[in-house]
């Protein structure tokens, strides 16, 4: 039996409602919680959610995330047994390192990984996503060039922050940690969807090159790139 309380799974229905349900969409905001999924060894669902307005601002999808952005995701074992509904990546990759006790360390390094978990979430994943926009997708069409050149520049200016960063180590905060989960998606979207190796000088951050290397290699991070796969 479902959890009560989640219309949700009227429009996504689960097959196994013991499991973690997971509402998502493969791009680096959505990928970062199958390959967290994946790498705990946690039991899930997924359902794909596609961006589209009929998915995610139906009333189904925002009586979980009113945000009507993915990923979101129901634990039917939440804290106390009670289930708990999630939206926010951020948040969710911190619920599930705390659920299992793995990923984000203890005392001060656990504070390391936040640090780098909120970099991240508030620099990263929002410049990189405007850059996008403007240099791959519908912004490119504007004449202005200023936008562009915004956030090509702050692009940059933060993978400069993150290869100094990894000068020395394999991993963002020291272990492999969600804080690396939430990072390379991006990496990865800004040159395989995004195509914006050349205008970042991608080719001029080794530390970065060797970083996405090693991240894509682990089995987990293999799989959950295309959880759920779309149609």
Excluded: C
Excluded at 56 to 71: A, D, G, R, T, Y
Excluded at 183 to 199: K, Q
Excluded at 222 to 228: D, K, S, T
């Amino acid at each position: 039996m479902f959890p009560e309380g989640f219309p949700i799974d009227a429009k996504w229905p689960a097959q196994t409602p013991e499991r973690i349900q997971l509402y998502s969409f493969p791009t680096p905001n959505g990928v970062k919680i199958s390959i967290a999924l994946e790498e705990l060894g946690l039991p899930y669902e997924a359902h794909l959610v596609t961006l589209k307005d009929e998915d995610v601002k139906s009333p189904e999808f925002l009586s979980l995330n009113p945000n009507n952005k993915i990923p979101a995701l129901i634990d039917p074992d939440g804290p106390g047994g009670e289930p708990i509904g999630l939206f926010e990546s951020g948040a969710i990759l911190i619920y599930l390192a705390e659920k299992t006790g793995q990923l984000m360390g203890e005392g001060a390094a656990k504070y390391e990984v936040i640090k780098w978990l909120m970099w991240q979430m508030g620099g990263l994943g929002p410049m990189l996503g405007q850059l996008g926009f403007f240099y791959a997708f519908a912004g490119k069409e504007i004449e202005d060039p200023r936008p562009r050149e915004r956030y090509i520049n702050e692009g940059k200016r933060l993978l400069g922050v993150l290869d100094r960063q990894l000068e020395g180590r394999d991993w963002v905060a020291g272990d492999f940690s969600i804080a690396d989960i939430a990072i390379v998606p991006w990496l990865d979207g800004a040159l395989r969807y995004y195509g914006a190796d050349d205008v970042l000088e991608w080719k001029s951050y080794a530390n970065l090159q060797a970083y996405v290397d090693r991240f894509m290699a682990r089995p987990a991070a293999e799989r959950g790139m295309n959880i759920p796969p779309r149609d």
